[in-house]
């Protein structure tokens, strides 16, 4: 029945082809990896450009943590203006009255700021100080990224 000279396959183990390689990469995957990449890169350089131009922010904030005089209170609100109003409307404001109407603060300390301004003693009571702390903390996280 069978020739002389002719084996029969082995049916257990066939021969089965290569594994397929990886490389060289079909050029589709170079193309997707460097769009990727250049995505990543313009996100990035974005929220380096947003937290550059936030830095104003998080110096106000940090001066806010320490006890400050009522000038030096109106300079930090006056430099937080000047952030988002241009310097020609800012410096029209000749009172004290006029920049702090512009802040979110309560009336008894809007009163107070504008009494003790430029006066011998200037000094808010600590827990006046720590009010107004908080409000423009609260008023500076209200206003709008730059």
Known sequence: MLEKGFSVPELLLPALPQSISWFPLPPGWFVLGGGILIALTIFLIFRLARWRRNLW???????????????????LI????????SRKSVSQTLSPEQLLEQVEIDADLRQQLSKKYCQPVNQLEANQNARLQTQLKSWLEKLPYV
């Open 57 to 75: 922010r998080r110096q106000a904030l940090a001066s806010m943590q320490q006890p400050q005089s009522v000038d030096s209170w109106l300079a």
């Open 78 to 85: 006056k430099r937080i203006l000047l952030m988002h109003q």
